[in-house]
């Protein structure tokens, strides 16, 4: 069967942190200040519901749930900034292409929504993500951008839509 994306469900919720926090600590990702201590992560459904001008998708096959990315309107960032956020899949799902699916249906949501620019944040572990990142057109930036909360993010990256 093939690949589905669709929107986020609440029945996703503990699926979703689950997938987010075994890749953080795979990859050695700290935990303080990032995603994974983030007490929305356990509620992304309810976080995309409550937030205008916000999206998330998940991908899923054969019923089971592989990971998701969403849009979102983060406090402080420049006019007409979105960022990329939580895109997440599981260990085995890596390199069939679905992060860059989730990711080209997160870009033309984004526009659709009305946003000029998608602004994401990392870590040097993750660095197959940022080549995956730097291929479909964003760029390093030198600082953060607005107030995401997770402080020990150390690579910025903004992409023009």
């Not at 926090?21 to 935990?31: A, N, Q, T």
């Not at 899923?60 to 749930?65: A, K, M, V, Y």
């Not at 895109?87 to 249906?105: N, Q, S, V």
């Not at 995956?132 to 020990?152: Q, V």
Request: charged letters at 20%; aromatic letters at 10%.
């Amino acid at each position: 069967m093939a690949v589905t994306l669709r929107p986020i469900q609440p029945s996703d919720n503990i699926e979703l942190a689950r997938i987010i926090r075994e890749s953080l600590v795979e990859f050695g990702v700290p935990k303080v200040g990032t995603v994974y201590s983030d007490p929305d992560t356990d509620r992304l459904f309810e976080l995309f519901q409550a937030a205008p001008n916000s999206c998330y998708f998940v991908a899923e096959e054969d019923g089971i749930l592989l990971g998701g990315c969403g849009v979102y309107p983060t406090n402080g960032l420049p006019i007409n900034h979105a960022e990329l956020v939580k895109l997440y899949l599981t260990a085995a799902t890596r390199g069939r292409g679905i992060g860059k699916m989730l990711m080209e249906k997160c870009f033309a949501a984004a526009v659709e929504l009305g946003y000029t620019h998608l602004y994401l944040e990392s870590f040097p572990q993750l660095a197959k993500a940022i080549s995956i990142y730097e291929k479909t057109g964003f760029k390093l930036l030198d600082h953060a951008l607005g107030n995401s909360g997770h402080f020990s993010c150390n690579i910025w990256m903004v992409k023009e839509l």
